[in-house]
């Protein structure tokens, strides 16, 4: 793919990140495909196909004309389908949708990943990241099935970049949402109990800005397999960064000054490989716990 894609399959493309990323790309005028288990109506998109992203027929008709693709789709939860299902569902859909890419000579290929792939924000108990602020090449934890699914998700998308000579980047999101719904409500749960946002490190991105992250990992001239952690540059929260980290992560290494809202994630990565800087801020409106 030389310049901007000619038409981009968008994998989950009914979900809350597809949608966006359909607007997103109508905005900018590139022809997409929506695949997704079901057709809501209305998708802002001129081909849309019905079915399983692990399903290869599905995924091979959904390809017609396609040069880049965006894979979305996914359980977005552990706690949303059987361990298994979760797991295998996921890792599935995500190795035939970029091995049929790959077959078919598609060059260009993004995946969600998580910062769910670090394993705290699903363990049972609150973990502590070995290091602040957290970055590509933190220990992962895992405990959980979903967490885990991304994990395989990367080193499948890196073996399938290898395999196919395509450039892959997953993208690690943190809670995704938009200012009048969930980001609002998150916020509003983490004002009251600073400690219930530790698990994910206070971290946000306005769904938007995750859209527009995925065009910038799909048109940046960069060649290879690429995991990129893509935030919001504050926490959702009131309470200075560095008391939050004294309080509920008090045995990670501070390796950074975090002044204020900084969000302990190190996003020098996204900013040199992708050029990516959030527009989209959360303004709260509570007052510091
Ligand atoms: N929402 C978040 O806070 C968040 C955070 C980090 C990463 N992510 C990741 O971003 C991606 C998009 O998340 P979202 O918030 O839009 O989730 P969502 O639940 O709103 O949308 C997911 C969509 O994928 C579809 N889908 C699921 N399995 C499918 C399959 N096998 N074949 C075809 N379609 C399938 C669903 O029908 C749904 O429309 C997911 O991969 C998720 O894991 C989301």
Redesign the pocket.
Known sequence: MAGLPRRVLV??A?????RATLDLLGRREVPATA????DPGGLPADRVVTG???DPYVVREALADVDAVIH?????APVLGLPEDVYC?NTR?TFVVLEEAGRAGIGRAVI?S???VLGLPWADRLLHPAYVPVDEALPLQLEDPYGLSKQADEATAAMMARRHGMTVVALR????GGPGDKLRQTAGEWAGDPGAGAKELWTYLDTRDAARAAWLALTRPIRGHHVIMVTAPTTLVATPTEELLRRFHPSSQVRASLPGRTAPVDLGVATRILGFAARHHYELSEEPV
């Open positions: 994998t989950g009914a979900g809350g990140l597809g695949l997704d288990l079901h399983s992203a692990g979305l789709a996914a359980t977005p569902g859909a969600a998580s910062m769910s999101y943190p809670r995704l």
